[in-house]
T-cell receptor
């Protein structure tokens, strides 16, 4: 099993550009989530999904969109990147929800100029 | 959102010694889950230990154990026989809904030979 994979590992964007951060898991997990990690801030929840076709907002959803068309994939879209979105992004999954052990991807480092 | 507080931004321990990392949380719920996650320099988030609030017995995983004080809303992590590989950022996290995991800001642990 590959576990949770994220692409790309690192990306530089210009302000106003759009991009999609990819996340996939091969463990048949129902719950998937996206976090951003900023220095001194811990991890903050952006969006989560409890199953295919079901998504909801977390603590810091503004500027981000998600969809969940399959159990395996949970992409995060930045429609118009801003310097405030410079961060490290983590995708995580678990069998049944946030109360379970989360399996994290390796992270995507995003720099918005 | 529930608040998770880690009051020690940095801690240091000598190899083979014991160190305790502090975590407090704020909640009005009686049933919830608490976690400690480790983030080494590789940035990969790894579960250290998980505690279910309805279980009075403190969770242990090899050299890692917790002191869970439900009334005081305290959840400290004790690392015994510290090793160089324990050097990392440690995050305390809370979940009660199955939908969201709330993280503290982290404690950076330095292990000295």
């Amino acid at each position: 099993n590959a576990g949770v994979t994220q692409t790309p590992k690192f990306q530089v964007l210009k302000t106003g550009q759009s991009m999609t951060l990819q996340c996939a898991q091969d463990m048949n997990h129902e719950y998937m989530s996206w976090y951003r990690q900023d220095p001194g801030m811990g991890l903050r929840l952006i969006h989560y999904s409890v199953g295919a076709g079901i998504t909801d907002q977390g603590e810091v959803p503004n500027g981000y969109n998600v969809s969940r068309s399959t159990t395996e994939d949970f992409p995060l879209r930045l429609l118009s990147a801003a310097p405030s979105q410079t961060s490290v992004y983590f995708c995580a999954s678990s069998y049944d929800g946030a109360q379970e052990t989360q399996y994290f991807g390796p992270g995507t480092r995003l720099l918005v100029l | 959102a529930q608040t998770v507080t880690q009051s020690q931004p940095e801690m240091s321990v000598q190899e083979a010694e014991t160190v305790t990392l502090s975590c407090t949380y704020d909640t009005s719920e009686s049933d919830y889950y608490l976690f400690w996650y480790k983030q080494p320099p590789s940035r990969q988030m790894i579960l250290v230990i998980r505690q279910e609030a309805y279980k009075q017995q403190n969770a242990t995983e090899n050299r890692f154990s917790v002191n869970f004080q439900k009334a005081a809303k305290s959840f400290s992590l004790k690392i015994s026989d510290s090793q160089l590989g324990d050097a990392a950022m440690y995050f305390c996290a809370y979940s009660n809904s199955g939908y969201a995991l709330n993280f503290g800001k982290g404690t950076s642990l330095l292990v000295t030979p």
